[in-house]
């Protein structure tokens, strides 16, 4: 066993490069221990997902049958550096709560396991060791769930009460990034924007605002008119659009594999007629 090291991936696709830190757990002490906790909480857990999106296909969908007000808006915000900023002495309660109907003693050693992984959150980079003080790393087999859950309670407790009210008109997630569609005759942009990014000091979140109409959600364009919501295929700008070249030594299955993904995700969405024909000269050029 050795203490986890410190990797970064660039993320290319945003302004100034910023780096994604990454932490291989493989090789820490707890990491046998956390696989084996996150199968256990899986099977004791149960998550309400309502407000969850499994992929565009499905959100496209949805959206395309939602009728909105022609007052209606859209935000989207990115949850900076989730992991990293995750409240770590707040996760064992929101366990606890979640908990509360399955055997006493079963929950004291899930949470006291919890609390022991939790704890090992250390990594290497330039052969100092660091151990910070809030955070989960991102190489954990237990992080993802830990964050499905904590985003679950912060939408229980803070979003949940703002779709009651009607106050937003539709609410999903997706991981780290949210999609709202809000009537601005019953609130503005500033509250939502204010109310959403006070709720935790340690999570901040980037928002987007609409223009034009338009916004981008996943690789989803989303844009509304006349109370309907439409959409298309959003394409990052470092997109290449390259496949293998027809020439090549490679099997014919793996040349065609990016023409059948593209073909198939375009008749998957509810594109329109003129969006339909679009993306279609640009896969045929």
């Not at 969908?61 to 900076?80: A, P």
């Not at 409240?87 to 899930?110: C, F, G, M, V, Y």
């Not at 190489?139 to 993802?144: D, R, V």
Request: glycine letters at 2%; proline letters at 5%.
């Amino acid at each position: 066993m050795s203490p986890p090291a410190l990797k970064a991936q660039l993320k290319l696709h945003e302004t100034d490069i910023p780096i994604r830190p990454v932490i291989n757990n493989r090789t820490a002490p707890a990491y046998k221990l956390a696989k084996h906790l996150a199968k256990i909480l899986n099977q004791y857990i149960t998550l309400n997902n309502h407000y969850n999106v499994t992929n565009s296909t499905n959100l496209a969908n949805d959206l395309t049958k939602l009728e909105i007000h022609k007052n209606c808006r859209m935000i989207t915000f990115d949850i900076r550096d989730l992991y990293l900023n995750i409240p770590i002495d707040e996760t064992p309660d929101i366990k606890a709560r979640l908990l509360q109907n399955s055997n006493t003693q079963i929950t004291h050693q899930i949470l006291s396991l919890l609390r022991v992984i939790l704890s090992q959150n250390y990594f290497t980079f330039q052969q100092n060791i660091y151990q910070p003080n809030q955070g989960i790393s991102m190489g954990s087999p237990i992080s993802s769930l830990i964050a499905k859950i904590f985003l679950q309670q912060y939408k229980d407790t803070n979003i949940k009460q703002l779709l009651d009210t009607k106050n937003l008109a539709f609410y999903v997630r997706y991981t780290d990034d949210i999609l709202i569609i809000f009537d601005t005759t019953k609130v503005n942009l500033h509250t939502i924007n204010t109310y959403i990014s006070n709720i935790y000091n340690n999570i901040k979140l980037n928002p987007t605002y609409e223009e034009h109409s338009s916004i981008d959600f996943l690789d989803l364009t989303i844009s509304h008119k006349h109370k309907k919501l439409k959409v298309d295929i959003y394409r990052k700008p470092t997109t290449t659009d390259t496949a293998i070249n027809l020439f090549s030594n490679h099997p014919i299955e793996q040349k065609m594999a990016a023409y059948r993904y593209h073909i198939t995700r375009m008749h998957s969405l509810p594109l329109d007629a003129d969006k339909n024909k679009k993306n279609g000269k640009q896969y045929k050029q």
